[in-house]
């Protein structure tokens, strides 16, 4: 049976999630493929580290290019994450006629094009299941399974560490720190883990879902990004009494031949699947003109489901099967919409003084600005004292909340920051 040797570039968690994986599995896969995948070479700065996992010392080396550069091995597999160097040795794999695997979103997101072209020249393929929702194949689900359908929108949890700190805040009243710190020693965040709560990630994955959908090379400046830091949890009992939960949210739709994005946290109806989708779990509900409503749904964090994808992912390079890159370099591309020219539904939630006449100030402020109220809602305190007000609103432009937020923190009546969030009602 022929031997498939894995180049491994980076041996922390994920990367010894792989080699775990393939030493349980590997003659399962071997069955299925008629290819057995064997561990070539792994390279990490750091090779003394226990990983956990039974791993040969002489594969070990500190030298990725010794790996790269190896004719013995079929696949590389790029698990060291960052951009700069991590593009260096994809760029150089794929140069050298190696396939790539790779988990690594924000490469993806950011040196994306370069990459799929490098593959396209050099046809070396370049796998890069992994770095949406970690264990669902989501990413051949719209390649493959959706291929007849023009996908009109995608709503996707797809950030395991926010997910987790929403669902712990949430169900045990957990503050934000204590949340994050439980989500840190699981594994499931970045480190730091910045570019988890402020919604980088989030917006990594967004990125390579639209190019997936729509063919595009979107920027990260294209779109609005917010993350969950600071959230309080009086958002999350608010929505809460209104029948929604608050969830972090990449929303991608085409509009009128344009592609609609934003990443943030937005109120969700408890009644939706996305609703209920928990802990550190990811899902993506993706709606096609032909097929519906579809929702994919699994582990989005963490050793071994991310893992399970890069598998997936180095079982189709050794088979020789094509890949995303080169079919997404043949999609025709739309224009992201100016995210000021969004139509949404917001969650205003404002400090005001418990006196006659504040309502009608700042309903003055909204409908000057074309934002209508839906509902409201006051909780009864002594006259005169601040006093929380929820608004929900119907649908209005970016542009005109952005105003009307601006003057309604300059009233003398308005106690500190108004918090505004997106309300997403799946149409
Ligand atoms: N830090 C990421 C998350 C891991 O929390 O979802 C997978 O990309």
Not at 62 to 75: F, G, K, R, Y
Not at 233 to 262: D, P, Q, S, T, W
């Amino acid at each position: 049976m022929k031997k498939i040797k894995i180049g491994i570039l980076g041996f922390g968690t994920v990367g010894a999630g792989v080699v775990e994986g393939i030493l349980k599995n590997g003659e399962l896969m071997a069955q299925r493929t008629g290819l057995f995948p064997v561990i070539g070479k792994i390279a990490d700065l750091d090779i003394k580290t226990d990983r956990g996992v039974k791993v040969d010392k002489s594969l070990l080396t500190t030298d990725a290019l010794s790996v790269i550069n190896d004719p013995e091995i079929d696949v590389i597999v790029e698990l060291i994450g960052g951009v700069k160097v991590a593009k260096d040795f994809v760029l150089r794999a794929l140069k050298n006629g190696k396939p790539v695997v790779t988990a690594n979103k924000a490469l993806l997101a950011e040196a994306g094009r370069e990459l799929f072209e490098a593959s396209a020249k050099s046809g070396a393929g370049l796998y890069f299941e992994a770095s949406v929702g970690g264990g669902i194949p989501v990413l051949r689900a719209l390649r493959d399974g959706l291929v007849g359908n023009k996908i009109k929108s995608m709503y996707g949890i797809l950030n395991g560490t926010c997910n987790y700190i929403l669902t712990r805040m949430e169900r045990e009243g957990l503050d934000f720190d204590a949340a994050l710190a439980d989500a840190q020693k699981l594994g499931y965040a970045e480190t730091p883990p910045d570019l988890d709560i402020d919604g980088i990630d989030t917006a990594h994955k967004a990125v390579v879902l639209a190019s997936l959908a729509y063919g595009a090379p979107v920027s990260m400046d294209a779109f609005t990004i917010e993350g969950i830091r600071g959230l309080s949890h009086r958002e999350i009992e608010y929505a809460g009494e209104l029948g929604y939960r608050i969830k972090m949210l990449a929303v991608i739709r085409e509009v009128n031949g344009e592609i609609e994005m934003r990443v943030e946290p937005s109120l969700v109806q408890k009644k939706h699947l996305l609703a209920e989708v928990h802990d550190a779990y990811n899902a993506v509900f993706v709606d096609g003109d032909i097929v519906g409503s579809t929702l994919y749904y699994g582990r989005g964090a963490g050793r071994l489901p991310t893992a399970s994808a890069v598998i997936g992912d180095i079982m189709e390079a050794a088979a020789g099967k094509g890949g995303c890159s080169d079919w997404l370099l043949k999609h025709k591309a739309l224009p992201v919409c100016d995210p000021k020219n969004i139509l949404i539904r917001c969650y205003l939630r404002l400090s005001l003084k418990d006196q006659p006449d504040v309502i009608a100030q700042v309903a003055h402020v909204l409908g000057k600005n074309k934002i209508s109220i839906a509902s409201m809602i006051q909780k009864e305190q002594n006259a005169g004292e601040q006093v929380p007000v929820v608004f929900l609103t119907h649908k209005a432009l970016e542009k005109d909340y952005a105003a009307a937020m601006e003057e309604i923190e300059r009233l003398d009546v308005v106690d500190g920051k108004p918090v505004r969030m997106a309300i997403e009602d799946f149409e």
